[in-house]
């Protein structure tokens, strides 16, 4: 079974910047789609940034132009760039990797922003 592991979280003032990763044990091509999600305490888990095995991205509005998805195919590696932090950032982030055999998570990375 293929496993996803996060690390780069931790506690940034607003306004800076996090960069976290997501390595596969396994081929990264083996997903079509890879991505981050993160979930705040008391709310739903959210979709904040994908990329598709065809270099497509998607994101949330609200990191739109502050977030970037992207991934090293040689290193079995995702990445997402979180700049110009906000307290509202603060979660849990996830990385997700979507096979034919359906979606597999990581254990997930704690960001917290203070303000």
């Known amino acids: 079974q293929v496993q996803l592991v996060e690390s780069g979280g931790g506690l940034v003032q607003a306004g800076g910047s996090l960069r976290l990763s997501c390595t596969t044990s396994?081929?990264?091509?083996?997903?079509?789609?890879m991505g981050w999600y993160r979930q705040a305490p008391g709310k739903q888990r959210e979709m904040v940034a994908r990329?598709?095995?065809?270099?497509?991205?998607i994101s949330l509005d609200s990191v739109k132009g502050r977030f970037t998805i992207s991934s090293n195919n040689a290193k079995n590696t995702v990445y997402l760039q979180m700049d110009s932090l906000k307290p509202e950032d603060t979660a849990v982030y996830y990385c997700?990797?979507?096979?034919?055999?359906?979606?597999?998570w990581g254990r997930g990375t704690q960001v917290t922003v203070s303000s």
């Open positions: 396994g081929s990264i091509f083996s997903f079509y789609v």
């Open positions: 997700s990797g979507e096979r034919n055999t359906g979606p597999s």
């Open positions: 990329v598709s095995s065809s270099g497509s991205t």
